[in-house]
């Protein structure tokens, strides 16, 4: 049974970079595609981007031009970076797993989640 | 890609409810559904045409007409009671993700 184990800050201060991993157990890294999904307190999920095993990245067009995702196969481990944070960064982050096909996508294992915070 | 969801929706216990999840990409895509309770992780519940992951009840399911899908709990149980999100992913060239806003579901 894949596992998701999530590790970072909790607290960013205002124009730094957000950096967190998520590592993999019970399955290896290389044999799944992920991804990473926030969500503001109180409020609904909202998609990051998206790494297959390829190294192959795509983002959501509204956070693309500071969100970058790397793997790293040594450590079954992936990681987000978001950098150039403000307040509206504040959420909880999630890892996920990411099946997709010609005809949809789906999630089947998510991270703990990390709430980060962004504040001075 | 949008999806919109109904912010809120109930139903009484044991009775039947169908919350929709409306978009232009769910024309050639099916839409996943995910549950969501308070302090929680989502749960997968819904993908593909109508697929339910091992732990999911049968009384949920999955449909689709156009643009819209439809996640539907047949005879819904005090569990039931939670967030939904549907999900679906993009046009085949960018292959990009969006969730819907959820729908709260209360049962009453």
């Known amino acids: 049974q894949v596992q998701l184990h999530q590790s970072g800050p909790g607290l960013v201060k205002p124009s730094e970079t957000l950096s967190l991993s998520c590592r993999v157990s019970?399955?290896?890294?290389?044999?799944?595609?992920w991804n990473w999904i926030r969500q503001p307190p109180g409020k609904g999920l909202e998609w990051i981007g998206l790494?297959?095993?390829?190294?192959?990245?795509n983002y959501n067009q509204s956070l693309s031009s500071r969100v970058s995702m790397s793997l790293d196969t040594s450590k079954d481990q992936f990681s987000l970076t978001l950098t150039s944070v403000t307040a509206a960064d504040t959420a909880i982050y999630y890892c996920?797993?990411?099946?997709?096909?010609?005809?949809?996508?789906?999630?089947?294992?998510w991270g703990q989640g990390i709430l980060v915070i962004v504040s001075s | 890609s949008e999806l919109t969801q109904d912010p809120a929706v109930s139903v009484a216990l044991g009775q039947t409810v169908r919350i929709t999840c409306q978009g232009d990409?769910?024309?050639?895509?099916?839409a996943t559904w995910y549950r969501q309770k308070p302090g929680q992780a989502p749960v997968l519940v819904i993908y593909?045409?109508?697929n339910r992951p091992s732990g999911i009840p049968d009384r949920f399911s999955g449909s689709a007409s156009g643009t819209t899908a439809f996640l539907t709990i047949t005879g819904a149980q005090a569990e039931d009671e939670a967030d939904y999100y549907c999900?679906?992913?993009?046009?085949?060239?960018?292959?990009?993700?969006?969730f819907g806003g959820g729908t709260k579901l209360t049962v009453l």
């Open positions: 996920a797993t990411l099946h997709c096909s010609s005809v949809t996508c789906y999630i089947d294992h």
């Open positions: 019970g399955g290896s890294i290389t044999s799944s595609s």
């Open positions: 790494m297959f095993n390829s190294g192959f990245t």
């Open positions: 990409s769910l024309r050639g895509y099916y």
């Open positions: 593909g045409k109508n």
């Open positions: 999900s679906s992913r993009d046009t085949s060239v960018n292959l990009r993700l969006a």
